[in-house]
């Protein structure tokens, strides 16, 4: 008997100990991403891919007909204190004939400095608008609206510095962001001073006001955006520029699996010159409709002035994607371009994959 209470007590202090040992084991093995103890350490490592195939009437294209590699992101993603996150992401770009490698996004952000004050640090899609601050390969089309790329480049408004954002305590969601940033001059206008080329360089300053609120069964956004910044040759002569936009996104979910998406963003840019004033407009108008879990289908139309020689490009553009999986996607794009100066067909093929936790594709 007494053999008996002594093996009992020890097999219970075993299994108390086990339990333990299990309960300790299985609270390590769910740690913030970026922060998996001392020997790992890892970061969450995605890579997206981006290829087409263009079809076009446009006798200077140089891709067309040709399979482009358009792009290969890699992405390092991870908390470095509870609320302090790093995300970086490096890629592989196709310009023109050549393949060069990009520093696309490296920034530390601070998602609760006071109460609801967040902030940004490094080099940024700045979030101005509601498309810029979204990496290509995550939009529903396989182009960058005209207005984004002639207004602030071929890879949109990234800009190195700080953003700081504040979501007001109210009933409804409002956010205000400012930011503080530096624009690199590109090394093509720098060496050549070829002022038919235009783009946004040195101190910059951004403001957003963003809310957001639900109309019954719709969710409706509203952004106000403003910009001061400087043109490519304000070392040499006065060159100051202002954009002014507007952006509104309109979404609705009939079911899991039915969605319907309508967004536009509008601009002004005014740029001031030494003995001249100009002012350019641009906008772009987009609806999407997904029907089930794997199709959708939308419209995208595009009116801009060039900021230099004024001309104005319009173009309408039907997209349908095909989503294979949650982080695969093909899609074809036809687009239509209007008189600038001759008209134009162009179809594209795409395929957009990932791999990991930011291969997923948004709206």
């Known amino acids: 008997m007494k053999k008996f209470i002594i093996s009992f007590i020890l097999l219970t202090s075993l299994n108390i100990f086990t339990q333990e040992f299990k309960e300790e084991k299985m609270i390590q093995q769910t740690p913030l991403s970026g922060m998996r103890g001392v020997v790992a350490n890892l970061p969450d490592i995605s890579v997206t891919g981006n290829f087409y195939y263009r079809f076009s009437t446009d006798k200077e294209d140089t891709t067309k007909d040709k399979l482009v590699i358009e792009e290969i992101e890699t992405a390092f993603q991870g908390y ?6 790093a995300d970086i992401f490096l890629a592989m ?21 006071i109460h609801n004050l967040s902030l940004e640090v490094g080099k940024i899609h700045v979030n101005f ?5 979204i990496h290509q390969h995550h939009r529903n089309f396989y182009d960058q609206p005209l207005v984004l790329t002639n207004f602030f480049g071929q890879h949109g408004l990234v800009a190195e510095g700080l953003n700081f954002s504040y979501i007001l305590p109210l009933p409804l969601f409002l956010q205000i962001d400012l930011g503080f940033w530096n624009i690199p001059q590109h090394h093509h206008v720098e060496e050549h001073h070829e002022h038919h080329e235009f783009s946004l360089v040195d101190k910059t300053y951004t403001n957003k006001v963003w809310l957001s609120f639900p109309i019954k069964t ?15 040759h304000h070392h040499e002569h006065k060159d100051e520029v202002k954009i002014f936009g507007l952006d509104l996104t309109l979404r609705s979910f009939f079911t899991r699996n039915r969605k319907f998406l309508f967004t536009t963003e509008v ?9 001249d004033s100009i002012e350019r407009f641009g906008y772009f108008v987009f609806t999407n409709y997904k029907f ?14 060039n900021v230099v020689e004024g001309l104005k490009t319009i173009s309408l553009s039907a997209i349908y994607t095909r989503s ?40």
Request: charged content about 25%.
């Open 218 to 232: 719709l969710e409706l956004e509203i952004g106000l955006n403003s910009l001061l910044s400087n043109g490519p």
């Open 292 to 305: 089930n879990k794997y199709d959708s289908i939308g419209l995208r139309y595009d009116d801009v002035e």
């Open 129 to 133: 608008g509601k498309l810029n601050k």
């Open 93 to 113: 770009h196709k310009h023109e004939e050549h393949i060069e490698a990009e520093m696309c996004e490296a920034k530390i952000s601070f998602q609760k400095l």
């Open 324 to 363: 294979l999986t949650e982080t695969t996607a093909i899609r074809t794009q036809y687009t239509y371009f209007f008189d600038n100066p001759k008209d134009i067909h162009q179809l594209v093929l795409q395929i957009v994959f990932g791999i990991g936790p930011h291969s997923h594709l948004l709206e």
């Open 80 to 85: 470095l204190y509870p609320d302090i996150r």
């Open 267 to 275: 601009y002004k840019l005014t740029r001031d010159l030494e003995h």
